[in-house]
């Protein structure tokens, strides 16, 4: 989880570095959502082939080759801003697309290998401590990127960020002994092929349409995406344009959705002790909407933020519960490519959002768009509570952590 930790750092160095890179380099508000463009689509695309390398591949190499890659386009991309000055663009949209891909099977790997060492008995806390390392990364990153960009030049970030996913490779290979011991559940002998693939998505496909309470789940998740990202998407034109705040009150936001956000971690195992996997999800859903009310009805700036905070914040407690029960109900000789069909639609609603802001800030005010958005939301939980129920019914694949104990090379020294 430190490596990981670490990494998703490097993520959120890459998300502040590449967009002031490109906008550096061109001046234009377009070029630079072109990057974001090169930067997401990879990898919505490769989401569903990276979910069959991870139940075919162990994680140890997927980690190993998606650092090692990310590394390497980090250094190279920093080495060719000086050496070819005139093809600084595209040499940041390859890095982007790159970086794409990498993040997208490492972020799949470590889903897929959670449920093989982790018993079910320990998966809340676990996941806890995943959305914890993922809200610190989310605060830190920002700040120390901005630190680094003003003490040194922003292209030098690049070389920062590939001495980061150095440092995560050299973790995974300090952890070589263990993660060997990872069992695939229902590994295909075959070799993996165009076709072999193509099937295994298809498989992904067919097992989340089995799943009822999963797809509820999906449905669900969807539409918190597209609130959140219609609230990230309006954060600035609200806090600058209506409010009449400075630009630097525009990060105050972030950091206050990061801080309750690392709260959760230490609430969150506690609550689902508690309560059933239905009530837990919809107490968490319930406190967005109410974050996303407040946003929407807020007088002063204050007012504001406290809800934006408790609107972005408290997704941590909301993801936390999701990706347990995925954990428990998804087969785990399909785990992965399910889990990354389902990440793919879950993604889908941010750029949804981002469209959905442009087509209607011309008629309506940031804060309408986003009160109407949780309406909508809370009209489609209706359709999907019929889903969502089936979450009441315990249910548990066999061996939730195949790989636990197995082959452990402390066991020789015990």
Same mark, same amino acid.
């Given at each position: ?21 490109? *906008? ?38 997927? *980690? ?17 801003? *000086? ?83 150095? #440092? ?31 099937? $295994? ?15 509820? #789940? ?22 600058? $344009? ?7 009150? *525009? ?147 066999? $061996? ?15």
């Amino acid at each position: 989880m430190a490596g990981r930790g670490l990494a998703a750092l490097g993520d959120q160095f890459l998300l502040f570095a590449i967009p002031l890179l490109a *906008y550096k380099l061109t001046g234009s508000a377009s070029q630079t959502g072109l990057i974001f463009l090169v930067e997401w689509l990879p990898r919505v695309i490769f989401l569903p082939v990276a979910g069959v390398f991870a139940d075919r591949i162990h994680s140890y190499i997927l *980690y190993i080759g998606s650092d090692i890659v990310r590394s390497g386009l980090a250094l190279t991309a920093f080495t060719l801003m *000086y050496v070819i000055p005139d093809g600084k663009f595209l040499t940041l949209c390859v890095l982007a697309a790159g970086m794409s891909l990498g993040g997208a099977q490492s972020y799949v790997a470590l889903e897929a290998t959670l449920p093989r060492f982790i018993p079910m008995d320990q998966m809340i806390r676990a996941q806890s401590i995943i959305q914890g390392t993922e809200q610190t990364s989310e605060v830190a990153g920002p700040v120390l990127a901005a630190l680094l960009a003003s003490a040194l030049p922003t292209t030098s970030l690049l070389a920062v960020i590939g001495v980061v996913y150095g #440092l995560t490779t050299l973790n995974t290979l300090s952890l070589r002994r263990w993660l060997r011991t990872e069992s695939l559940a229902g590994a295909a002998a075959e070799p993996t092929t165009f076709r072999s693939v193509i099937t $295994g998505i298809g498989e992904g496909v067919s097992t989340l349409r089995k799943l009822p309470a999963i797809l509820g #789940l999906v449905g669900l998740t969807m539409t918190v995406n597209l609130m959140v990202g219609i609230g990230m998407a309006t954060s600035a034109a609200t806090t600058v $344009g209506v409010f009449r705040q400075p630009d630097k009150y *525009y990060g105050i936001l972030s950091t206050g959705a990061g801080i309750v956000g690392i709260l959760t971690f230490f609430v969150v195992p506690k609550l689902a002790k508690r309560m059933n996997p239905f009530a837990a999800l919809m107490t968490s859903y319930s406190l967005i909407c109410l974050g996303g009310i407040g946003v929407g009805l807020a007088n002063t700036f204050a007012e504001y933020a406290v809800s934006y905070a408790v609107l972005l914040g408290t997704v941590g407690f909301f993801n936390v519960i999701i990706r347990t029960e995925r954990v428990r109900r998804i087969p785990r000789e399909h785990f992965a490519k399910t889990i990354a069909i389902i990440i793919l639609l879950n993604q889908l609603s941010l750029p949804i959002a981002g469209f959905l802001v442009t087509l209607l800030t011309t008629s309506f005010s940031p804060q309408n768009i986003i009160l109407g958005s949780v309406i909508g939301s809370a009209c489609a939980v209706v359709l999907l509570v019929p889903l969502l129920a089936h979450l009441r019914n315990f249910h548990a694949h066999p $061996g939730p952590a195949p790989s636990h104990g197995q082959d452990d090379p402390l066991r020789d020294r015990n």
